[in-house]
């Protein structure tokens, strides 16, 4: 079993910085992709960013594009969305999601597998 735990979340004014965390436990894999997804109140949950570490490939939503960056450590079994200049529309539950590089192209958002519980962020005005 693999299991995924977010940690990083909290209150911050618009403007400030936050680093999210994803660990995982368990059985683990050497060839992943690692999605950041983001669920608004009264909003579907969204991808905000992903990345196929084998290949070197980021993506970021247009909304968080310069703002936001999407890195990981494999040897560690884990993964940081570094989240800059936040603003109060970057208000939600965020979710890490990881899935075998091979399960899915790349050009896939939604084909993810494992999840984590969230970890909430709120952004002042």
């Known amino acids: 079993q693999v299991q995924l735990v977010e940690s990083g979340g909290g209150l911050v004014q618009a403007g400030g910085s936050l680093r999210l965390s994803c660990v995982a436990s368990?059985?683990?894999?050497?060839?992943?992709?690692m999605g950041w997804f983001r669920q608004a109140p009264g909003k579907e949950r969204e991808i905000v960013a992903a990345?196929?570490?084998?290949?070197?490939?980021?993506y970021y939503a247009d909304s968080v594009k310069g703002r936001f960056t999407i890195s990981g450590n494999n040897a560690k079994n884990t993964g940081y969305l570094q989240m800059n200049s936040l603003k109060p529309e970057d208000t939600a539950v965020y979710y890490c999601?990881?899935?075998?590089?091979?399960?899915?192209?790349?050009?896939?958002?939604?084909?993810?597998?494992?999840w984590g519980q969230g970890t909430q962020v709120t952004v002042s005005s």
């Open positions: 368990g059985r683990t894999f050497s060839s992943v992709d």
């Open positions: 999601a990881a899935r075998l590089s091979s399960r899915s192209t790349w050009y896939d958002r939604d084909n993810y597998d494992y």
């Open positions: 990345v196929r570490w084998s290949a070197g490939s980021t």
